[in-house]
């Protein structure tokens, strides 16, 4: 995948973490992703996900605070950028743009 | 939830974990999967840690495993990494020269376990049986009057019976007759069986062949029982399991104990169907008391504390308690253990229960061989790799001014060397898998590149091949590793002189090319001459076809209505089949002196027999059936028959056979010039020939029209369905029994031809390689003399010289070895090639040849380019 493409997964997950706003962290953004997707995700490929988006410049991410539960360990939080809100935005344009050229009878589907 | 709470995730996958994981992301994904895992602890904490390993495992990524090289962690790994890089950055940079190197080496690997493969099926021979420490065959050494002394594996029936009853030692015995082939009936299925044995009941207490059906352990106790192989089971029956079912062969009904598998390929004994051996001995009561003809093999099984030169000792007064005053002067009884008989028994006649009988000597050199090819290949290895260091030598300075020390150095060479041995390995393996079939075919073997599955053998291939990675690396990276970085870096050509060293590698590494490739022309030679020497007698398109009591009856009007046919040339029959050693009897010469005792080699015959095998006579006449007395009264004799007993007037010259009387014996009517009955590794025996038109004959011989062998066989088939119903006609041709004899033989000869072609190969492989690195130090040279106006061919000639001067001393140190060895060789046969010094030269000239065109490719670009170019950088 290219320096500024994403694909269908990173998509979900920058969408996922949109949605969750300030509270996207790691398993936030799983719990989520597995109730509106309606399948398992597997952290670790979240992860690299994550850690590639934020490679390109679409997500930022910091830590938070260090509490008594998750072992001590602070949770990373992440946060959209301008760029990736584009990027975003881009992909949905094009799907439009798709949907719209489709012919009404391309999905007129009757069984005679 | 409290820290101090027994929920924890299970610490040593944490740990592990931790250790694994990219650092920059251990804190918030630990996090992150502690929280899952206290989530689920809260439901099932057994379930909870289970699926807390899952997690961590899958883990187990590339964007997560943290990297395990540099200054991140004090280990080398990043330095193995860093040579593993630069060794394929080698490789890639030059290819051609990496992959002759390589391929060299895979070649002489593959060529090797070949030979491994090869000799491992040799020696697997009649390993199978339990008892195979103290099984023993009883030979003879017979030394008849007029007639060689020769080792027999045949021994009389009464041997082994007596035998052990009267020494302690033995405590078992079986005989092994051989009944050949055989015809097997059921109902009206009637087949030619090929090996049909008679054996004493204990066979399969002796020897462990498998039973599929049926007990071994009392499978002969009745004399009409018949084991048979799945094999014969299948034919008869089209299933395995036919206990009981009766077959009738050669006229008894047998009922079926057993069903054995396939007797396997490295067993000595071939068998189609053992019976027992009294089904042949209902009549004669005696026969476990017969001594004097010997017409079986005997096998004993010896106690483990049996003394064999204890037990010689005692045979004489053994056999003079059997036999007549004077019996130990013809025999002497020796014992030859199981592990022997496939493999020296090349010295033993009348050796006919022995499958594939290979000359044990070969293994060795076979094993010699394979030493030698695999050394061709490591030296050419090392020298490669050695000629190459020029390259590596910038490499080398750098390294050291940045740090390395010559420790690592050698590591690294060494390592290098390594990876290439094992990819060599590879690349054997694979050329094993292509070829193997194909040789099979050449060598008549079953080898399978499968045997090397075993762990043990896997262990000694990689560790011979690492063997040869640091061995072939050792002077490569001893020399690489102390180069001083300051004269490298300055510019390599201060350095360089000439290697004395790689020198003398090509010189040996020719040197046993070149011996190999005139041992392959002197072996070829043999063999044409063995092949296509004069022996005496037609032995090409003579058809042999077996005979029972019918063809007998019917063989005077079968012969006539045979030569009818315009397509057979002549009919006659015999006793025996010519391609052996024929059996001795005894014999009686008149003499002045009294009546004399002989045993020459005895074969009888039809009247015309001479004329269909186109056997010459010197003096006399041949068979003729309108004399009487030609039928059991007149004897041919061979040349070596009169010399050997001195008799001036051959011709009316009273003999006959051992129980003639002595005043009604007959006469010779004809001496044959000497003709090659047995294999030319044995020098002409003493023979008579005789009719006796009533005895009924083994074989018919039918010389048919070599244009037309389809036809002829077609027709002799007809004719034969004609006069015999109940038998049928099963035949061979001569000249493959002629094969048969000399297949050890022609094995070895396709071995060492295959292993010398590669041993050149691969020396050419190395002398290209180093053509092209030491064509390439001369640029300058070349420029230069081309400038002061050498002309092309000069350069040629002067590029070249050195290299045939190693070719020819490689062959002044091979040629006294190869003769020394070829020498030898030869001595095993009666007839043989002079070794002609035109072959050396040949083989020398041929090295040579191929030398000079190896590096041709290199020398002629040097010698052609523009002069210009090498001049222009200084």
Redesign the interface.
């Known amino acids: 995948m290219g320096k500024d493409t994403i694909g269908e997964f990173e998509e979900v997950v920058m969408l996922t973490v949109a949605v969750l706003y300030k509270d996207a962290y790691g398993i936030s953004i799983k719990d989520e992703m597995e109730k509106r997707l309606k399948r398992t995700v597997n952290l670790g490929a979240m992860r690299i996900a994550l850690k590639r988006l934020e490679n390109k410049g679409f997500l930022t991410s910091e830590f938070g605070e260090v509490t008594a539960v998750r072992g001590g360990k602070r949770k990373r939080y992440y946060e959209v950028t301008p760029q990736g809100k584009k990027i975003l935005e881009q992909i949905m344009q094009t799907r439009n743009e798709l949907w719209k050229a489709i012919p009404s009878i391309a999905f007129d589907f009757k069984f005679s | ?3 101090s709470s027994p929920i924890q ?1 299970p610490k040593r996958t944490l740990n592990f974990f931790r250790w694994f994981c990219d650092p920059d ?1 251990l ?10 895992f ?2 689920r602890a809260d439901n099932n904490l057994f379930k909870a840690k289970a699926l807390f390993t899952r ?1 961590v495992l ?2 187990l ?4 495993i943290k990297n395990f090289e540099g200054h991140k962690n004090l280990n080398t790994y990043g330095m193995l990494k860093n040579y593993l890089k630069s060794a394929w950055r080698n490789f890639l940079k030059h290819k051609s020269f990496s992959t002759i190197n390589i391929l060299s080496l895979s070649i002489g690997i593959a060529a090797c376990m070949v030979i491994f493969l090869f000799i491992q099926d040799e020696l697997s021979f009649d390993t199978f049986h339990t008892k195979k420490e103290s099984i023993y065959r009883l030979n003879e050494v017979q030394s008849f009057p007029g007639t060689n002394t020769q080792n027999v594996a045949l021994s009389m029936p009464g041997m082994g019976p007596t035998m052990t009853k009267e020494f302690p030692e033995i405590q078992n015995f079986t005989r092994f007759w051989n009944w050949k082939k055989q015809l097997v009936e059921k109902e009206n299925k009637k087949i030619m069986v090929e090996n049909i044995a008679g054996v004493d009941s204990t066979f399969f207490d002796i020897f462990d062949f498998k039973f599929l059906h049926g007990n071994s352990e009392n499978a002969l106790n009745n004399p009409n029982n018949a084991i048979i192989s799945e094999e014969v089971a299948i034919k008869f029956f089209d299933r395995v399991d036919v206990l009981d079912e009766t077959l009738v062969i050669n006229g008894d009904h047998c009922i079926i104990k057993g069903v054995i598998e396939n007797v396997p390929e490295n067993s000595h004994l071939q068998f189609d169907i053992i019976l027992s051996i009294r089904v042949a001995t209902k009549n004669r009561p005696n026969f476990d008391a017969q001594f004097g003809s010997n017409s079986l093999n005997t096998y004993f099984v010896l106690n483990k504390s049996a003394d064999l030169e204890n037990m010689s000792s005692r045979y004489p007064q053994y056999l003079l308690k059997h036999m007549d005053e004077g019996i130990n002067d013809l025999y002497k009884l020796y014992l030859q253990p199981l592990s022997e008989i496939h493999l020296s028994s090349t010295d033993i006649e009348h050796d006919y229960n022995n499958y594939r009988k290979f000359n044990g000597t070969y293994i060795d050199v076979f094993i010699m061989v394979a030493i030698f090819i695999l050394l061709i290949a490591s030296l050419n290895f090392m020298n490669l790799t050695t000629a190459r260091a020029s390259n590596r030598a910038k490499e080398v300075g750098v390294r050291k001014t940045i740090g390395a020390v010559k420790g690592q150095l050698f590591n690294q060479f060494i390592v290098e060397s390594i990876l290439m041995s094992m990819i060599a390995l590879l690349v054997a393996v694979a050329i094993e898998v292509l070829s193997l079939p194909l040789l099979n075919h050449v060598i008549g073997r079953q080898l399978s590149i499968l045997t090397f599955l075993d762990p043990q053998l896997i262990g000694i291939t990689i560790g011979v091949t690492l063997i040869i990675g640091i061995m072939a690396g050792l002077y490569p990276s001893l020399y690489l590793s102390a180069f001083k970085p300051i004269i490298v870096l300055k510019g390599f050509k201060s350095y360089e002189k000439k290697s004395f060293f790689r020198s003398s590698l090509v010189v040996t590494q020719f040197s046993l090319a070149l011996g190999m490739i005139i041992c392959t022309l002197v072996v070829i030679q043999q063999l044409h001459y063995v092949k296509n020497k004069d022996v005496g007698f037609n032995k090409d398109h003579i058809l042999l076809v077996d005979m029972n009591e019918e063809v007998n009856k019917n063989y005077d009007a079968l012969k006539q209505a045979l030569l009818k046919k315009s397509n057979v040339l002549g009919v006659t029959a015999s006793s025996q089949r010519l391609g052996n050693n024929l059996h001795q009897w005894g014999f009686k010469l008149k003499r002045d002196s009294g009546v004399v005792s002989i045993t020459p080699s005895n074969v009888y015959v039809d009247y015309d027999y001479l004329d269909v095998y186109g056997i010459e006579l010197i003096e006399g006449r041949t068979f003729n059936n309108e004399f009487a007395t030609d039928d059991g009264l007149a004897f041919i004799v061979n040349e070596a028959f009169v010399k050997e007993f001195g008799i001036e007037n051959p011709i009316g010259q009273k003999v006959g056979h051992g129980w003639y009387h002595n005043d009604s014996l007959g006469s010779i009517i004809g001496v044959t010039k000497d003709f090659n009955f047995n294999s030319l590794h044995f020098a002409v025996n003493t023979l008579a020939m005789e009719v006796h038109s009533s005895w009924g004959y083994h074989e018919i011989s039918i010389k048919i029209n070599g244009e037309n062998v389809s036809q002829a066989l077609e027709d002799i088939e007809n004719v034969y369905n004609q006069f015999v119903t109940d038998y049928p006609l099963s035949y061979e041709f001569l000249d493959s029994q002629f094969e048969e004899i000399y297949q050890s033989d022609q094995q070895m000869s396709s071995v060492i031809t295959i292993i010398a072609a590669l041993s050149i190969l691969i020396g050419s492989m190395g002398l290209f390689g180093l053509a092209s690195i030491s064509v390439k130090r001369r640029i300058k040279e070349v420029g230069i003399r081309k400038v002061m106006g050498a002309s092309k061919s000069e350069i040629l000639l002067i590029l070249s010289k050195s290299f045939a001067l190693m070719i020819l001393l490689s062959f002044i140190i091979a040629t006294p070895f190869t003769y020394f060895f070829l020498s030898r060789w030869l001595d095993n046969f009666a007839y043989r090639i002079q070794i002609n010094p035109l072959i050396f030269i040949a083989g020398g000239v041929f090295a040579l040849v191929i030398a000079l065109l190896t590096i041709s490719f290199h020398v002629l670009k040097v010698a052609s380019a523009n002069p210009v170019k090498s001049l222009k950088y200084e």
């Open positions: 939830m409290s820290q995730p992301i804190e918030d994904l630990e996090g992150d999967l502690v929280e899952l206290e989530e997690d899958l883990m990524r590339p964007g997560i």
